[in-house]
């Protein structure tokens, strides 16, 4: 039987709407859950009212900040995958295959091993994976490279070799130091960056992949095919770099390298029927955000006042799910 | 009469080899060229280089007169069109997404037009796709895809068509169709139409001008009738090819060389 064709429209509607649902519905339950037992009245109100008092200052101070850091992470981790993706036109693309979260997490281990003040781990960060970044770009954009299999490879070269660098790091490392550095590879929100920062750069960035949609919607089907019908495929592939990787760096600087998330869910946004990418990037950051929001939430209060690295648990949430709507869908 | 798209003293080269020598061609207004030449002859890059995709070694393309390198990308795309030999199938996209990539060149809006989506449905329709607009592009097969993309090729409507092997894949009935659709809609009054073919028999029945690349530099340029003779294609195709009573061309399949 063939399939009616699709009115996009209204599928537009449906999805953004199940997006904008499904995040409205993570950070209330991140809002809504913590050692402390307020009531959700009592959150609503206190979101806007300032009165002072202890659940007050937990609500302004420490839960809604770690909520929408959670959430601006996720979104932008999501955004930078679906870049990648179309980036290296392959759907095993995330934000860490190019190496750049590998180059942040070396510096910033290095930094723990030589004992380097916290306040320093952040900006290591970010100087790693620009470094990484600027190193990747240099070395695979020489050439004629249409599929970017070059960048794929030069890429998936520096993160082995990354990786190589943490194993070295983590096996030098003093054991008191240990537990600090894992947690910080398994991706760690409690020291996040102010949230508004954050979410700034997440709308900056759904701002400025918004704006080249219509490019990506050519590039999916390949560069070379891309410059044929008059997108100029070196600037795009550029773009496209630059926006994905600063967008994974900033995730990586404030959270740790956490995994799946950027992966999984364009692919999730894809079975619920976005492969626009004028609808796909906006569902997809929706759905990363909601997604690292419910695992943070369970990540701190799970083993309470123990903290699970909530890398662990987008992977243990998001797998499920996944694979639920992967056994629905004959084809990917 | 300027020629819709000129090369001049044009030559190519992959690596050190000399594909291709001194090139000087017009594609005018009504023609439909047919190019023709062995596996590695240099037809693709020919094909990609007149759609600016690929500087040429040396000479020049102009499009309507105008050094090709003088417009910006989508501009040029408003006039040339190609279809290259190898294409993808999208990450997860639908029949109907594959064909309105063809609007980019003339696109004004961030979002689709009610007319683009329109033409796109059309141009399915015109390939005999209409009832697969909504699948995704990898449940379909080669000819099918084939298909897609030409549809894409009528969405963007470029006034120089330069198709890269447009039949391959298609079986007898769908290559007679899209053979005459393609001539139709691309080689009118103002518009000009370029295949790689490798079917002799449909090159000589579709081509009002034949090029011959043998891919060591030497081509050979010209009205089919004084191209496509016995001696030069035998030459060509390195295989031999009589004419028969009826005055078809037709290749000595029984001999091998």
């Not at chain 2, 609007?103 to 329709?125: G, N, Q, V």
């Not at chain 2, 697969?132 to 449940?139: I, L």
Request: proline content about 6%; overall charge neutral.
């Amino acid at each position: 039987m063939p399939a009616a064709p699709p009115d996009p429209g209204r599928t537009a509607t449906r999805l953004v709407g199940l997006g904008l649902a499904a995040a409205c519905t993570a950070l209330l339950v991140s809002l809504l859950t913590g050692s402390a037992s307020i009531s959700a009245w009592d959150v609503l109100r206190l979101l806007w009212i300032d009165d002072g008092t202890v659940d007050d200052r937990i609500i302004d101070q420490l839960r809604l900040p770690r909520t929408l850091s959670a959430f601006a992470v996720g979104g932008a981790l999501s955004l930078a995958g679906t870049l990648m993706q179309v980036l290296l036109r392959n759907p095993l693309g995330d934000p860490y295959v190019l190496g750049v979260s590998g180059g942040a997490s070396v510096a910033v281990l290095a930094g723990m091993l030589l004992g380097l003040p916290i306040l320093w781990l952040h900006p290591l960060a970010l100087a790693g994976a620009f470094a990484s970044m600027l190193l990747v770009f240099a070395l695979a954009s020489r050439h004629d490279d249409p599929d970017n299999r070059r960048l794929l490879l030069t890429g998936i070269v520096m993160a082995a070799g990354w990786s190589a660098l943490i194993g070295l790091v983590l096996s030098l490392a003093p054991p008191l130091q240990l537990p600090g550095m894992l947690f910080w590879l398994m991706g760690d929100l409690s020291a996040a960056y102010s949230p508004g920062l954050l979410l700034a750069a997440l709308g900056l960035g759904l701002a400025a992949s918004l704006a080249l949609a219509p490019q990506l919607n050519l590039a999916a089907f390949g560069l070379r095919q891309a410059a044929a019908l008059g997108v100029d495929p070196r600037r795009l592939r550029l773009q496209l770099y630059l926006l994905a990787s600063l967008l994974t760096a900033v995730a990586v600087t404030s959270a740790g390298a956490i995994g799946f998330v950027g992966l999984v869910t364009p692919h999730l946004a894809r079975l619920l029927g976005a492969s626009d990418h004028r609808l796909l990037l906006p569902v997809a950051t929706l759905l990363g955000g909601a997604l690292l929001t419910l695992a943070d939430t369970a990540a701190r209060t799970l083993i309470a006042p123990a903290q699970l690295p909530v890398g662990v648990l987008t992977a243990l949430l998001g797998v499920p799910v996944f694979l639920w709507l992967l056994r629905r869908e004959p084809r990917l | 009469m300027t020629p819709l798209l000129r090369a001049e003293a044009l030559s190519l080269r992959h690596e050190d080899r000399g594909l291709l020598e001194a090139l000087n061609l017009s594609l005018m207004p009504g023609q439909c060229w047919v190019v023709l030449g062995p596996n590695g002859a240099g037809k693709s890059t020919l094909l990609e280089t007149l759609a600016g995709l690929r500087a040429p070694n040396e000479g020049e393309v102009h499009l309507h007169g105008r050094p090709l390198g003088d417009f910006r990308p989508r501009e040029r795309a408003r006039q040339i069109g190609l279809l290259l030999q190898q294409d993808g199938t999208g990450l997860h996209n639908s029949v109907l997404d594959l064909a309105l990539t063809g609007s980019y060149p003339r696109k004004r809006h961030w979002w689709d037009t009610p007319e683009e989506i329109f033409a796109a449905h059309r141009a399915l329709e015109q390939t005999g796709l209409g009832e697969r607009a909504g699948q995704t592009t990898d449940t379909l097969s080669g000819g099918e895809l084939r298909r897609a993309q030409i549809a894409r090729l009528l969405v963007q409507d470029p006034t120089v068509a330069l198709l890269d092997e447009p039949l391959a894949n298609l079986d007898i009935a769908q290559q007679a169709r899209i053979a005459h659709l393609l001539k139709d809609r691309f080689s009118g009054p103002d518009r000009v139409l370029m295949m790689v073919l490798h079917d002799l028999d449909l090159a000589l029945t579709l081509a009002s001008h034949c090029l011959l690349l043998d891919g060591s530099g030497a081509w050979l340029a010209g009205p089919r009738q004084e191209i496509a003779s016995e001696r030069h294609l035998t030459r060509l195709f390195g295989q031999p090819v009589r004419r028969e009573a009826s005055g078809h061309l037709v290749i000595d399949w029984e001999t091998t060389s």
